[in-house]
C-alpha cells in the first residue's frame, strides 16, 4: 500500500465505545443526547501505531494478544474492540483505506456489546471487513469462562460464587446445559422438551421453599406460540406469584392448560446435566454430567444479548461493513424482553440479536455461524437496505433465526390488537409507508436453518414484518416449533420467495403454515362484515399497504400440522406458483387478489376459507388430490377452473360447488416420488389444463458444505385423501349445525380447540334467527338452569332439553358473544 500516516509522532487519538450503562439497544435519553448514535463515549485514549511506513491491510486480533501491540499476526491485539478503535482512528485520517479486522482462531469473549456506528463505515471499494480466520474456527462469544473454584455438597451437587453480570445460560466443555426443571429435560418429548398441566404444577409449587427468580413457560391456550413469566414469589395459597405473558399478541386464550413447564427452581435440581443460579447470593449450583471433573472442566456462563451492533442514525446511516467466517456462540435469553407488538400479528418481538442492524446500508453477513445463543439470531430493524445474510449455518436458538422488522413509525393508520380497527374517517389513504424506517431491497440466500425456537414458540426460520422487496432464496428451513417463513402483514410487500426447502414446520404449535403470512393491513376490520362492505365500497382499500406483490415460487414446502402455504386473516396481493406442497395443501382464508397456479398440492388440495366478494382471486392450473376443502364460502373470486383431480368423484364435487368447469381428472406419474422428483411423466395429461413441470432439484441450500449436512423431508407416495365432513348436519331449532371436526373448521372460527357446534345454516325463517345466531356461529356453551355447560359436539347440545337454556356462548368474528334465548 502506498498511503501513509499524517502523523509524525506515530501516536493516534482514538474514541473508543464504551456502551451503554445497561443495554446498548436501549440507552437513556442522557445517553442519546450525549452521542447521537445511541452510544456513550469514554475520554480519548493514545493507541500506538508505532510509527508504521504504511497502513495495514489487516489488523490481526488473538485471545493471547496484549493492548500495546501494533495489530499484525505476529503481534496481534487483545479485544475486538480495541482493533475497531484501531481501525475507526486509521479511516479518520487516511478515509478510504481498505482495512479487514481478523479473529485469529479460538474464543474470544466480549465484555460488552461490540457497537459499529456511522464512524466505522467502509467505501464501496473499501467495506470495513470483520472476518474469522482461515486457519481455524474464530468463535465470538457473549460469555464469559468462570474459575474452577468449586465445592462439593453431600447430595452431590457443586456450588461456587460467581461474580459479575447476571446469566441465564450454562456451558460445560461447549456443551449447553439445562437449568433446573419440572418436568426434566426429555429429548423424545416435542412440546418444550417435557411439559406438564397447570394443576400438576400448582401442586409441585407448595414443594418449593422461595420459587423466586424461577421462570413458567407455557403454550398459548389455542397453541398459538407461547407465553413466558417470572415468579416472584408465592400467595398465600401456594400458588405463584407471576409477572410477564406479553410475548403474544392474541392473548385472549390465555396460557395452555397442559402445556406448561418450570426452570430456576432449586429443589428441581435433580438430575446430571442441570444447574440453578441463585442470583441474590450469586451462586451457582451444578450436578455435572457423568464423567465431569468442575475442577478442570471448561465453564462458561452467557447473559449478553447482542454480541454485534451495526447501527448508525437517522441522518447518518453506517455503511459498507462486511461480517464473515465468524461463529457466534452464547448469547443470553430475550423471552421476557419479548413485549413490542408487530402491528395486529399474532406476534411480540425483542428488537435484539446476536447479530443487530439498524440505520444500516450495505452490510453482508457471509459464511457465519449462529450456534447455542438464547434469543434472536439476526435482526435487521428500522432503516434498512441492501443487507446481505448468506452462506450461514443457524441452529438452536432460543427464538428466530432471521427477522427484518422496521418501526411502527413507518406505518400509516397503524393498529395494534386483532379487535382493534380504524374507521375510515380516521385512516391516513396515501398508499405506502410514510417514513423510510423500514428494511428494503435486501437478500437472504444460501442459509442453513434448523431447530430453532427452543424456547419461543412465536418465532420463525425467517420474519419479514413492516418491510418491503425482501428476496428469501435457497434457505433450507427445518424442525421449528412454528412457521419457516411468517410475513406478519401486507406492508408493504414486493418480497420473493424462491427455491427454498421448508419442512417439519409447526412441530409444537397448530393452526399455522411451513410458510404463513396475516394481512390485517389498515384496511381490515375483525368483523368481516363491516369488512366486506367497507371494501366493496372502496376496491383500492387492500392495496394501501400491499402495495407490490409478493412472489412465492419454485420453492418445496411441508408441515403435518396445518398448511404447507398458509395465507390468513386478510393476506392480499400474492402470486403463487411453481410450488411443491408435499403434505398439508394450501389454504387462503379473506384476503385480495391472490393468484395461485401451476402447483403440486400433493395428497391434499385447495383450503378456501371466509373469502369475501369480489376477492379477485384465482386458483387455476393446479394438480390436486382431494375436493376443495371450503369453510364459508359464497363467492369464489375471479377463477376456480382448469385444475387437474385425480379422482373423478373429486372433481364432480366442486364442480356440483359452482366452479372447475373446464377442470379434468387422470392419472399422473410422477418422475421418482421415491427421490423427491413429483415431476409429471404422462405430460398429456397435465397438457390441457396448461400445467407445465418446474425444477424439482433446486430446494433448499447450494453451498457444499451446507448441502453436505442439510436433512431433507421425506417423500410421500402419491394418493387421493378425502377431506369430506365426518359427520352428517342436523337440526336445533330450525338451525343446520355438525360437530367442529377438522383443523380448518377451527381455523376458519378461531377456535383453541377442535370442539363445538358448528351453525352450517341460519334460515331467516328459523326460530334461532330471531335470537341473532347466524351462519359461522360455533356454540361452544350453554347456560342452564343458571350454570354452564361445555358444549363439545352436537350431541352435548341435544342432550340439555331445550326449555332449560337460558342462553348460548357463540364465536363469532374470533370473539366470545353471549346470545340469549327466549324461555319456551
Not at 42 to 55: G, H, T, V, W
Not at 635 to 649: K, M
Amino acid at each position: 500500500m502506498q498511503q501513509f500516516l499524517s502523523l509524525s509522532s506515530g501516536l493516534i487519538l482514538a474514541t473508543v465505545v464504551a456502551g451503554c450503562a445497561t443495554n446498548p439497544l436501549h440507552c437513556t435519553s442522557a445517553c442519546k443526547a450525549i452521542a447521537p448514535q445511541h452510544q456513550t463515549l469514554s475520554a480519548p485514549q493514545k493507541l500506538n501505531i508505532y510509527d508504521y511506513e504504511a497502513l495495514p491491510d489487516i489488523l490481526y486480533v488473538a485471545t493471547n494478544g496484549q493492548p500495546g501491540n501494533s495489530g499484525t499476526e505476529q503481534a496481534p491485539l487483545n479485544s475486538l474492540a480495541s482493533a475497531l478503535a484501531r481501525a475507526r482512528a486509521i479511516h479518520r485520517d487516511a478515509p478510504g483505506t481498505p482495512l479487514t479486522i481478523e479473529l485469529l482462531p479460538g474464543t474470544h469473549y466480549l465484555e460488552e456489546s461490540l457497537v459499529i456506528g456511522a464512524l466505522d463505515s467502509g467505501s464501496p471499494q473499501a467495506p470495513l471487513v470483520i472476518r474469522g480466520s482461515a486457519k481455524g474456527r474464530s468463535q465470538l462469544s457473549g460469555g464469559r469462562r468462570l474459575k474452577n473454584l468449586w465445592q462439593q455438597t453431600a447430595d452431590g451437587t457443586w456450588w461456587t460464587t460467581v461474580e459479575g453480570p447476571s446469566f441465564d445460560q450454562l456451558f460445560i466443555e461447549g456443551n449447553k446445559q439445562i437449568r433446573a426443571r419440572y418436568p426434566n429435560y426429555n429429548p423424545e418429548v416435542a412440546v418444550f422438551n417435557g411439559h406438564t398441566t397447570a394443576a400438576d404444577i400448582k401442586r409441585r409449587a407448595k414443594t418449593w421453599s422461595n420459587p423466586e427468580g424461577g421462570y413458567l413457560h407455557a403454550l398459548h391456550g389455542a397453541r398459538w406460540g407461547g407465553f413466558h413469566y417470572q415468579i416472584t414469589g408465592k400467595n398465600d395459597d401456594g400458588s405463584l406469584k407471576l409477572s410477564g405473558g406479553w410475548q403474544n399478541n392474541r392473548p385472549a386464550n390465555g396460557m395452555h392448560k397442559n402445556y406448561q413447564f418450570v426452570d430456576n427452581i432449586r429443589e428441581e435440581l435433580d438430575q446430571a446435566g442441570e444447574w440453578y443460579y441463585e442470583e441474590n447470593r450469586a451462586r451457582l449450583y451444578i450436578k455435572p454430567p457423568e464423567g465431569v471433573d468442575l475442577n478442570q472442566a471448561k465453564v462458561e456462563v452467557a447473559g449478553l444479548k447482542e454480541l454485534i451492533i451495526v447501527r448508525g442514525n437517522s441522518s447518518k446511516p453506517v455503511k459498507h461493513i462486511s461480517i464473515e467466517n465468524l461463529t457466534l456462540v452464547h448469547a443470553g435469553e430475550s423471552f421476557m424482553q419479548t413485549a413490542e407488538p408487530l402491528l395486529r400479528s399474532d406476534w411480540t418481538l425483542y428488537r435484539g440479536g446476536a447479530i443487530f442492524i439498524e440505520n444500516a446500508e450495505d452490510v453482508q453477513l457471509d459464511n457465519n455461524r449462529l450456534i447455542d445463543l438464547g434469543g434472536n439470531g439476526v435482526v435487521v430493524s428500522g432503516y434498512a437496505r441492501n443487507i446481505r445474510i448468506t452462506t450461514s449455518h443457524f441452529s438452536q436458538l432460543g427464538a428466530s433465526a432471521i427477522s427484518f422488522v422496521g418501526k411502527a413509525s413507518s406505518v400509516r393508520s397503524p393498529a395494534f390488537q386483532y379487535h382493534q380497527s380504524v374507521q375510515l374517517s380516521d385512516m391516513d389513504r396515501e398508499p405506502g409507508p410514510q417514513s423510510p424506517e423500514y428494511p428494503s431491497h435486501s437478500l437472504v440466500e444460501d442459509n442453513l436453518i434448523h431447530d430453532i425456537g427452543r424456547l419461543e414458540k412465536q418465532s420463525a426460520g425467517i420474519q419479514l414484518s413492516m418491510a418491503a422487496e425482501i428476496t428469501l432464496r435457497h434457505n433450507s428451513i427445518y424442525n421449528v416449533p412454528r412457521s419457516g417463513i411468517n410475513i406478519s402483514e401486507g406492508t408493504w410487500g414486493g418480497h420473493v420467495l424462491e427455491f427454498n426447502d421448508v419442512f417439519n414446520t409447526v412441530l409444537e404449535t397448530e393452526d399455522h403454515g411451513a410458510f404463513n403470512s396475516w394481512g390485517r393491513d389498515r384496511f381490515w376490520h375483525p368483523n368481516r362484515w363491516i369488512m366486506n362492505r367497507t371494501v366493496a365500497k372502496d376496491p383500492s382499500l387492500p392495496s394501501l399497504d400491499a402495495i407490490k406483490t409478493t412472489v412465492i415460487r419454485n420453492n418445496r414446502f411441508q408441515t403435518s400440522h396445518g398448511w404447507d402455504i398458509d395465507l390468513d386473516d386478510g393476506s392480499s396481493n400474492y402470486h403463487i406458483y411453481n410450488n411443491l406442497c408435499l403434505e398439508g395443501g394450501l389454504k387462503l382464508r379473506e384476503g385480495f387478489h391472490r393468484t395461485v397456479e401451476n402447483n403440486i398440492l400433493l395428497n391434499n388440495g385447495f383450503h378456501p376459507h371466509v373469502w369475501f366478494k369480489n376477492s379477485g382471486d384465482i386458483f387455476r392450473k393446479n394438480l390436486v388430490m382431494s375436493a376443495h376443502a371450503d369453510i364459508r364460502i359464497s363467492d369464489w373470486g375471479a377463477e376456480v377452473d382448469r385444475n387437474l383431480y385425480l379422482s373423478r368423484h373429486d372433481l364432480q364435487t366442486d364442480q356440483a360447488k359452482g366452479v372447475d368447469s373446464n377442470s379434468l381428472f387422470g392419472e399422473l406419474g410422477f418422475a421418482n416420488y421415491q427421490t423427491g422428483n413429483y415431476s409429471v411423466v404422462n405430460l398429456d395429461s397435465v397438457a390441457a389444463i396448461g400445467f407445465k413441470n418446474f425444477p424439482m432439484t433446486q430446494f433448499g441450500v447450494k453451498n457444499v458444505k451446507l448441502k453436505a449436512i442439510a436433512q431433507q423431508p421425506e417423500f410421500p407416495k402419491p394418493e387421493i385423501v378425502r377431506n369430506n365432513r365426518l359427520s352428517q348436519s342436523n337440526t336445533w331449532l330450525g338451525l343446520e349445525i355438525k360437530n367442529i371436526e377438522t383443523l380448518g373448521e377451527r381455523s376458519a372460527a378461531g377456535l383453541k380447540e377442535t370442539a363445538g357446534v358448528l351453525i352450517l345454516s341460519a334460515p331467516v325463517a328459523s326460530s334461532a334467527h330471531y335470537f341473532g345466531l347466524i351462519d359461522g356461529d360455533v356454540i361452544i356453551s350453554v347456560i342452564a338452569n343458571g350454570s354452564p355447560i361445555p358444549v363439545y359436539t352436537v350431541k352435548d347440545l341435544l342432550s340439555v332439553e331445550r326449555s332449560i337454556i337460558a342462553s348460548l356462548t357463540v364465536v363469532r368474528n374470533q370473539k366470545n358473544i353471549l346470545v340469549h334465548l327466549e324461555p319456551e
